[in-house]
């Protein structure tokens, strides 16, 4: 008996999976129906062998009032960057500024035999606190510096700008310096994190540069939260699986996509019936939700269950260097009557809920920054109330859904921040609006969110913490000949086989630490760190 084999090509992996659906399945079709449509994305779990190569500028405030343990933990992070993130083929670039701006590290490649990171760390030692506060100078050089590269597509590019004050020198308005980072970007696609560090920094400016690069806005209320921020950070950059992620919606006759909600760029175009969100890049696990309200005209006659919106899904994959394109289509049926007995459907539900969050704590600090504090802490308390109204917020015989438990949660603390207008202008306001910004994007942040984080920001979160404690190494010259002084590290050299989180939380250690303890790491650098969600939902019904 002869056998005979056929080749054939693994299963395709899925990095970006996408689902659409309604409040309801069935709407009489004599009746004009509005409703809400969810669009629901899940990126697949992080490959922590084959992430993407990263292009990061490191842009640094080194005025005089960044002294004391600021900048020595800003550079302890810098150092962690270099040490515990970056892998051979990445590039790294430093600008420093106070009332002038400086270039301590050119784009600098990180090589097998350590010449990138010697560099980045005599660069790094040498940044300084003295002078003001010239923020767009520093920040325009910062992008100037990664448009001066040529990146290969699938590259990860990014730029981290610290600060602890406002800015007093250079362009000073919030929307002046908006505009000149458009134009400086030339059209290439480069996300912003922006940090602010205490209760000087100046909030706004930041989260409109953020919000203008679609990057992430984190208030740091305290020196001990610097690493819990560029942990999050870090952690989400290197576990990027999908990006510039673009969603179009294309109605039929018998239906309109009236609204997107959300802060996502979105293009509406009638003569082709179409609307494109940009989503900019998706991390390893993380999911997306868009909320869509949509209208459906009454009919002449029932119909069975006909196409109403089409999705189609577009994103390069990072993993495979390669554009792909899903697509899926919501149905509703149209029967004589609109069934009674249809589900509620409970998704949709707390989208509904954190989005009605999100845009309560933007209100908020909007009344609050009107000086109507009282008023502030008003709206996000009614919106809380409200929430527990609904399915998913517990009513109606339904469980508090553990995602609604951790959300109100969060905006019951950052409440508290509207007790008085020092407390808000302090930090109130700074939490609120890096709060309100991460929700909307359904990410972490170092106030809140944190049922959004991911294994990658829990690990180098933790990470990050222990560097922060570390004493500062000493200042050495880079030696002309001979190699640099050895590191314990994936950078300046090859990464060891497998390089994994794993590996990186096992870098001090002969021994592999399991999987499992990748997040109690995380967990044991915070004591703030939440339980369980199962625990949230406890608390929550208690």
Partial sequence: MSETFEMVNPPEEIRVSMKMEAQ????????????????????????????????????ADRSGSMGGDKIRIMRNMMHFLVKRALRTGDKLAIVAFDHEVTVPLRMTTIDAEGKGAAKAREAIHGIDDRGTTNLSGGLLRGISELNA???????????????????????????????AITGAMRGRRTKVFTFGFGDDAEEEMLKTI???TQGQYYHVASDDRIAHAFGN?????????????????????HATVAKVHGSYPTTVDPATHTTVVELGDLYGEEKKNLLLDLTLPPLETPVGSEDVVKASLTYFDAREYRSVTR????????PAETPMDQKVNVEIDEQINRLRLADAMQEATRVGDAGDVAQGQKVVQDAVAAVLLTPSGGAGGHPL??????????????????????????TGAKAAKSASQA??????????????QNESQAAFRGLAAAAADEEEEPRYAVPSLGA??????????????????????????????????????????????????????????A
């Fill in 24 to 59: 309801k399945t069935q709407l009489g079709a004599a009746e004009m129906h509005g409703l809400k449509g969810l669009v629901s994305l899940t990126a697949s779990q992080v490959d922590e062998d084959g992430r993407a190569p990263m292009e990061i500028v490191l842009v």
């Fill in 149 to 179: 590269t040529q990146c290969p597509p699938g590259t990860t590019r990014a730029i981290l700008l610290f600060t602890d004050g406002a800015a007093n020198d250079g362009i000073q308005e919030p929307p002046a310096v908006a505009e």
């Fill in 210 to 212: 953020a919000e203008t």
């Fill in 233 to 253: 950070c870090i952690g989400g950059l290197v576990s990027v699986v999908a990006q510039n992620v673009t969603l179009t919606l294309t109605h039929g006759a």
């Fill in 327 to 334: 697509t899926t289509t919501l149905r509703i049926a149209r």
């Fill in 401 to 426: 859904t553990p995602l609604i438990a951790a959300l109100v949660k969060d905006a019951r603390a950052l409440a508290q921040g509207f007790q008085s207008t020092a407390a808000y202008t302090a």
């Fill in 439 to 452: 929700l909307h994007a359904e990410r972490s942040n170092t106030q809140s969110g944190e049922v959004y």
């Fill in 484 to 541: 640099p002084p050895p590191m314990r590290s994936m950078a300046g050299g090859s990464p060891p086989p497998a390089a994994s989180l794993r590996g990186l939380a096992a870098a001090d250690d002969d021994e592999e630490v399991p999987r499992t303890s990748v997040r109690s790491l995380a967990a044991a650098a915070d004591d703030d760190a939440p339980s369980h969600k199962r625990q949230a939902v406890s608390a929550m019904q």
